[in-house]
């Protein structure tokens, strides 16, 4: 299952964007989500996932270098996950993607299911 990402753009740093993630064939009570981002010449890297079920309860996760800028939430109802990015650095400039991940108890994992979408292009620059 491919999800849709959206919300990228261009932005000052110390700004904020929030990106989207559509989900709307994806099951939260089986699977969780995490958001990558990809910088150019580097590796993919994990930025947050979240696990959010009936079954499981809630679960976030962020990697160091966002933790306290970044927040992760899902709207389980409209199949939708967000990440609102504050505080933005030219470090944070990359290609984000949103993909299922697979929970390890109830806490998310950086370890991806399916397919890779298009991803939406963050440049912070003044």
């Known amino acids: 299952v491919q999800l849709v990402e959206s919300g990228g753009g261009l932005v000052q740093p110390g700004g904020s964007l929030r990106l989207s993630c559509a989900a709307p064939?994806?099951?939260?009570?089986?699977?969780?989500i995490g958001w990558f981002r990809q910088a150019p010449g580097k590796e993919r890297e994990g930025v947050s996932c979240?696990?959010?079920?009936?079954?499981?309860?809630?679960?976030?996760d962020y990697a160091d270098s966002v933790k306290g800028r970044f927040t992760i939430s899902s709207d389980n109802a409209k199949k939708m996950v967000y990440l609102q990015m504050s505080s933005l650095k030219l470090d944070d400039t990359a290609v984000y993607f949103c993909?299922?991940?697979?929970?390890?108890?109830?806490?998310?994992?950086?370890?991806?299911?399916?397919?890779w979408g298009q991803g939406t292009q963050v440049t912070v620059s003044s």
């Open positions: 993909i299922g991940v697979h929970r390890y108890g109830n806490a998310c994992t950086y370890l991806p299911i399916g397919s």
């Open positions: 064939e994806f099951s939260f009570d089986d699977y969780a």
């Open positions: 979240i696990s959010s079920s009936d079954d499981t309860g809630y679960y976030a």
